[in-house]
């Protein structure tokens, strides 16, 4: 079945679940097609069980406006999108609720008239998705659900959490905010009421979870998330006017991504490109650099030069060591 078809059973599908009764002149004209045509349409949404009937007083034609969700209202292109985006999730930990997210997808398409729901399964065979790596969350649906209760309900957590930065376990109360994915993993923005500040924590160090009946009133400072400007998510409280020089090797690769809203790219005439951003804090960007290996080179500032120069000579002696016999 041709593209062309399977769009003008949808609009047919469309008019039919209006509301308004048609006659097969009044398709055959919206539609810009013969009655025959409009017959053989017709044929098609039976075999496929779409409910229509025809009304003899009225000689005319309709759907019961209950076959569909009638909010959804969704295009073929709606529906390939939904689709294709549970897919992603079928094989990936990016989302706790990926299991969820497949059933609903199973939902969407068994409620899609068959020639319509073939046509879709053949385009989807044929995209495939293979999404960055990410941080597990297998096992974790049960705790993000009900960290976003407790965000609704403004409801105090207590956690069991391991910090990498602290290097230890450490039980606190916290006052959910917000979850929020960023970069490869899932955080629960909270305020710790044992840091008495903002904090992240990632939701595969949280070892357990409680929510407890008392309620806290958030304010509406902490209400949202700010990251600042920090390269990611770590402001450390000092902004830098970073500046780097990427070799014609990765230059292209570079300057093709957004990888931070202050950045800016000139181009060289040799190819090279000048990178330069401002951002709170040297932390993350440092480790940024160091994957480009020897196709960057920290212009300034000179304290991210000598952070990065620190780290590579320090990763050359690891090296050198284990070359000697």
């Known amino acids: 079945m041709n593209v062309s078809r399977i769009y003008r059973l949808l609009q047919m599908i469309t008019m039919l679940q209006s509301g308004r009764n048609y006659t097969a002149g009044e398709l055959s004209r919206e539609l810009e097609?013969?009655?025959?045509?409009?017959?053989?349409?017709?044929?098609?949404?039976?075999?496929?069980?779409?409910?229509?009937?025809?009304?003899?007083?009225?000689?005319?034609?309709?759907?019961?406006?209950?076959?569909?969700?009638?909010?959804?209202?969704?295009?073929?292109?709606?529906?390939?999108?939904?689709?294709?985006?549970?897919?992603?999730?079928?094989?990936?930990?990016?989302?706790?609720?990926?299991s969820s997210a497949n059933k609903a997808a199973m939902k969407l398409e068994s409620v899609l008239p068959q020639p319509v729901r073939q046509h879709l399964g053949e385009v989807l065979d044929k995209i495939t998705i293979r999404p960055a790596p990410s941080a597990r969350h297998e096992g974790l649906?049960?705790?993000?659900?009900?960290?976003?209760?407790?965000?609704?309900?403004?409801?105090?957590?207590r956690i069991v959490y391991l910090s990498f930065l602290e290097r230890k376990q450490m039980s606190l109360l916290a006052e959910p905010r917000r979850l929020v994915f960023v970069g490869r993993a899932w955080y629960l923005v909270a305020y710790s009421r044992r840091h008495r500040q903002q904090r992240t924590f990632k939701l595969g160090r949280i070892k357990s979870l409680t929510v407890t009946p008392d309620r806290f009133t958030p304010s509406d400072k902490a209400a949202e998330v700010d990251f600042g400007q920090a390269w990611c998510m770590i402001p450390e409280g000092r902004l830098y006017d970073v500046h780097l020089r990427f070799s014609p090797k990765t230059a292209g690769n570079v300057a093709e991504v957004n990888w931070h809203p202050s950045q800016k790219v000139q181009w060289r005439p040799d190819g090279s490109?000048?990178?330069r951003v401002r951002v709170d804090g040297l932390g993350e960007i440092a480790w940024w650099v160091l994957g480009y290996g020897d196709c960057v080179k920290v212009l300034q500032p000179p304290q991210l030069a000598q952070r990065v120069r620190r780290t590579a000579l320090s990763v050359a002696r690891q090296y050198a060591r284990e070359a000697k016999p």
């Open 33 to 98: 097609v013969s009655r025959r045509t409009v017959f053989r349409d017709l044929n098609v949404l039976e075999m496929a069980r779409v409910p229509y009937y025809y009304d003899r007083r009225q000689d005319s034609y309709r759907i019961n406006q209950h076959f569909f969700l009638s909010p959804l209202n969704l295009t073929l292109s709606e529906a390939l999108a939904l689709l294709v985006s549970a897919r992603r999730t079928q094989h990936s930990s990016v989302l706790p609720l990926a």
């Open 141 to 157: 649906e049960d705790m993000f659900e009900r960290l976003s209760v407790a965000i609704s309900q403004g409801r105090l957590c």
């Open 273 to 275: 490109v000048d990178f």
